[in-house]
């Protein structure tokens, strides 16, 4: 795959050819040399993975702030990206110009899946060997040649970017969605989806239009190559944030949990939307193939796209979260954690490949899934299932996340579709802050009006300054790389992803404490329920986190079993009346539905529908005590803010003062 | 990628082309539509495994025992893949001939790995449309096609064979080593070696003889297209034991360990055995290209092929297990076990790939690198990550052989490949019966000329019932499928693996209550030690299971705490001289060079290699307590023969009866 690789192993190929004597050993030895190819490029990524955890284990021990993981991913894939590029030479692979018989019978439009290719037929092989024998072989599509002269046919130097939408991004989403702070996230939500749905466009919009403007400033040759749907095709892929770096921080620090519910919601949303929005450009453009200018029925239509996709996605997620509540709550599959598990994994990536297979976003529906498996399934699920799922997509989005900006580091030297142009990077990075102080202030301000605590200045500085860029825009930017504006957006993006996730990323703790936001927030807000989850009881709330009968209570939840009912000071009327109508929907219908908490459906459905409630209703619901039902209820949502493994010789009390150590750094 | 799927999804793909005007909607329609279909193949997967987990708890919950979850899992893929065979029609995929351009530069033996295909050139296509403009297309190297008039290019209709060896195999063969019962799998390690080396090649030699004899008798066209390697070939790919569901049925029966470890080792062992064995096979055909005569000097490198490339595996997974365990043992990642489980994941993962890498086998290196990480490594890991890191492997190990199996299932009706030939099928059931019986008997009157207390008969006669055949062979038969031979095969494979895993797996409770096999034996044996383990203790064993603080002592160990330092009854002359001298080693070099037990290498060590012991133990090592070190051996000792989840409601002394429940079904 990479070019050192390939010329390495070019010898060892030369080699294998002149040990056989046929083409069939030829072709074995080649069949053999692609895959070791393959094996080493995997392993060099599994090597710097590798150093990178055993890096992340030197800087937490030796409390290192200045560089966050991510970043260090990051680095590590540079430095071996430069080495591979400079180590080596390009372009190992061979080819031949092909035609098709002149007398086929071929009648479609369109280009076959599979060549029939004659080799050599006609052509003189000079070797000193005997002469080759014709055989035919198949060759399968791969795509269009854009520019035939370029010979820039690189095909192997890179994974195929829809790697990145199939098989890294879901894990990554629906440990996300997984994981929702879903208290927090409810009585934020008019803020989160302001942000995430109005602001991601907005921003959108804003960036596109911006460069739009500074393209045709620039060089004839580069205005004439972006159309102002290629620019907002760029507003929408570096519209989404990506935060991972800040809310690790958070975490660590104990930030004030709206503030950390405000960003992480916001970051999960907005990579859905972004991705949703870049669909529909690209449909608007597919489908009207005009210049450039706007139509206005083109237009609508995009936005039926975009709301359609979305909510159909989001739909199917769900119904399939609900699904898997049904499931677990209606069956004892509960008592083989096994089959739990796996049902779980399954039903989950099921939910990814029924959207795909309609042609809607698996990634969306994938979160959606994950929230509602988080929300409903969990808690009907056996200790050992809850432990081992939550155990299984935190590996593995960790591993996900890291691959990925490992590869964005790498990609920077070995892609070969890179195109450098200063003033289109120059005009991102700046566009790309002021889309985001777009996205944040004015909306914070229209936010203000209805809020009864607004969001204070600092938290919008914040808010701002979490702006990093990620995984979802290096994904959407190397998935189309056949034109040169796509190229130059390409070089653009892994550039800001870099630049934002090493400097932003390692900023945050002095941008945190230059802003006066307050950390080592009581974790005893974490346990305040919204009103519908309370409505019923004034008990005390028993945190419980592990397995079974082995729950450990976490020491800083030792001061949080205080419930209030009705939420205190300033969370009372803060929540959105949004959220007010979910509740009451979600704890009278969907909760005793879907799993076994109370109150039963028999007592809150309408009396003509207490017969079918009745069947919807297990024994457990009616027998099992209120207090139960409260535990249960609060792990899964603990399942969230799992606190960041704190090693067992540090000072519980590091949390509190850990802020102090970092500014000192 | 399904004939159903392509015949539904060719309208829709018509559609989108109608609907269109120019190529590029269409080609981009097309790769929508690949996708699509891509996604759609995986979800009819998914949905059948989702179907395999629920039909499972079924049975588990109604303790049904005439059919296993493997036999499930086949039975639902051949329903499935019998209605997708008969729904609809194959060979969608579009073709055209091409042929090299005269005068191309292009000067090497092998065919290019692109082909620069012009379209449409100059092809007449008679769409009433526009001309469609010329393009030039990248295609890529797929291999050879034999048979140029059967059109047989249904490439598309299965996963690639590679798929089982990089993917499926891997995790279920790292389960199997990680999960190796250790104590008596040393205990047996002779009859284990025996079996699973000589076993498995005197089983290949005799059923490709057989085989072979069998051929020449056949119809004329059939015996000329085996030559002897191939039906060798067809030997080495049978040969392999894949005893899952008994093995499911002996855990939960609680049958004599021995016995166990026995059926267990050797099927771990020799599918590692008959991989290489068959790789040596294709190597000694691959380089001589003989007629299918011997030749005494590529016999003999066809033997150094097989024990350089085993045992070169062997090194590189042992040793990428050590090196874990080195890394676990002198840094602190312990203290963060998200860190530490991406460490060994990645690790382990890091043996596969550089096997490959280095033209060993993969496989190989990753079983015994699984043994490695079980043997030491897990020793040094936190609670929390030894926990995950067994719960993770067990269930990709679920999933994968589910997988496998269903897939089987499938394959044998949409798998294009197949050639029903009715002589070797009935050829292939005997001779694998009786190079399975060559395998045990013979060799066990061998052994029990040297053995304390010989394997009795009806021991004997379990290992030959034992002899399903799975996963292995059918990834060995479906790797290659270019000649009739080789289809012929992978159909009579397929029908084994089908007919044992069904037929012997539901059988295998009677057969054991036939055979009056003692069921229901006490686990207290389980926990008797290898004398190396115990030398310096005779206090009593603390069997502890699960996380750190948290342990819960299962109510089967509860009569287990005494330990029996020397083994007693029978098991105490029973062990191999191997075993004696690899535990010395093992207890006073390896495992305090690699872990944090006791004796440190100081006191092992002779005395002018001292300075260098100490700097190789760690404080822990000096400090803790030899109780501590007695639980963590246990526990690690445990990971292997961790019990069937046994249901919460059911009566703890089920094991000990369901015996007789199962005899009446």
Same mark, same amino acid.
């Given at each position: ?38 094996? &080493? ?5 599994? +090597? ?62 369109? @280009? ?44 192997? =130097? ?46 959108? /919009? ?13 060089? =004839? ?55 949703? #929005? ?35 996605? #989001? ?6 979260? +609900? ?48 929230? +509602? ?60 802050? &002021?889309?985001? =102080? ?14 009864? @605590? ?35 957006? &390409? ?20 941008? /945190? ?15 305040? =329920?919204? @009103? ?22 976490? @020491? ?97 009390? #590091? ?11």
């Amino acid at each position: 795959m990479n070019p050192v690789v390939v010329s390495a192993s070019l010898i060892l190929y030369l080699i294998a050819i002149c040990q056989g004597s046929g083409t069939d050993i030829a072709l074995d030895a080649k069949a053999t040399l692609l895959h070791r190819i393959d094996s &080493l490029n995997l392993l060099i990524y599994t +090597c710097l993975l590798t150093l990178t955890v055993l890096t992340i284990w030197v800087f937490k021990h030796r409390r290192v702030s200045w560089l966050h993981e991510t970043g260090l991913a990051v680095i590590y894939g540079l430095i071996v990206g430069a080495i591979i590029r400079y180590a080596g030479s390009t372009n190992q692979v061979t080819y031949i110009d092909a035609h098709p018989d002149a007398d086929t019978k071929y009648n479609l439009s369109v @280009p076959p899946d599979i060549v029939r290719f004659h080799f050599p037929d006609k052509i003189q092989i000079s070797s000193g060997e005997a002469p080759v024998p014709n055989k035919t072989y198949a060759y399968s599509f791969r795509g269009e040649i854009v520019n035939v002269e370029q010979n820039e046919i690189d095909l192997k =130097a890179t994974f195929d970017p829809e790697i990145f939408f199939n098989i890294i991004l879901p894990p990554i989403i629906f440990h996300a969605g997984y994981c929702l702070k879903r208290k927090y996230f409810f009585r934020n939500l008019g803020a989160i989806l302001t942000f995430a749905m109005v602001g991601t466009a907005l921003s959108a /919009l804003v960036i596109g239009s911006l460069m739009y403007g500074c393209v045709q400033l620039m060089p =004839a040759s580069l205005a004439a190559s972006f159309t102002f749907l290629d620019t907002l095709y760029f507003g929408a892929l570096i519209s989404p944030t990506d935060p991972l770096t800040v809310l690790a921080i958070f975490s660590q620090l104990k930030v004030d949990v709206n503030l950390y519910a405000m960003i992480f919601g916001e970051s999960v949303l907005n990579d859905a939307v972004a991705l949703v #929005l870049s669909g529909a450009i690209q449909n608007y453009e597919k489908r009207y193939s005009v210049d450039g200018g706007f139509e206005i029925t083109a237009f609508l239509a995009a936005i039926g796209d975009f709301i359609g996709i979305f909510s159909l996605s #989001l739909l199917v997620g769900a119904l399939i979260g +609900c699904l898997t509540a049904l499931m677990t709550k209606f069956t004892h599959v509960r008592d083989w954690p096994l089959l739990e598990s796996a049902l779980f994994v399954l039903t989950s990536y099921g939910a990814f490949l029924i959207a795909e297979v309609f042609e809607l976003t698996g990634v969306v529906a994938v979160l959606f899934c994950g929230i +509602c498996q988080a929300h409903y399934t969990y808690n009907n699920l056996s200790a050992d299932s809850r432990n081992r799922t939550k155990q299984l997509f935190e590996l593995l989005n960790f591993l996900a996340e890291n691959f990925i900006f490992t590869y964005i580091g790498v990609s920077m030297f070995t892609f070969p579709k890179h195109h450098f142009d200063p003033w289109f990077i120059i005009a991102g990075f700046l566009t790309s802050m &002021l889309g985001r =102080a777009v996205n944040i202030y004015p909306l914070s301000f229209l936010l203000n009006l209805g809020r009864k @605590p607004p969001i204070p200045m600092n938290f919008q500085h914040m808010l701002f300054f979490s702006g990093l860029r990620g995984a979802m825009s290096f994904a959407l930017a190397i998935r189309n790389t056949v034109s040169e504006a796509r190229q130059a957006m &390409l070089t653009t993006t892994s550039l800001i992803v870099i630049a934002t996730v090493v400097l932003q990323g390692g900023a945050a703790t002095h941008a /945190l404490a230059y802003l006066r936001i307050p950390t080592g927030q009581g974790q005893n807000d974490e346990n305040e =329920a919204l @009103p519908y989850r309370d409505v019923r009881s004034n008990g005390r709330m028993v945190v419980k986190w592990g397995k079974g009968e082995n729950e450990v209570v976490m @020491p800083w939840q030792l001061n949080s079993f205080e419930d209030t009912p009705h939420g205190n000071g300033d969370g009372g009327g803060e929540k959105a009346r949004l959220a007010r109508l979910w509740g009451a929907v979600d704890s009278k219908l969907l909760k005793p539905l879907l799993t076994h908490a109370r109150p039963p459906l028999t007592e809150t459905l309408p009396a003509f529908l207490r017969p079918l409630g009745r069947i919807l209703t297990t024994t457990r619901q009616y027998t099992q005590s209120e207090n139960s039902l409260r535990r249960t209820d609060s792990d899964s949502d603990l399942c969230i803010d799992e606190p960041q493994p704190v090693p067992t010789t540090i000072d519980p009390q #590091l949390p509190y003062n850990i802020r102090n150590g970092y500014g000192n750094v």
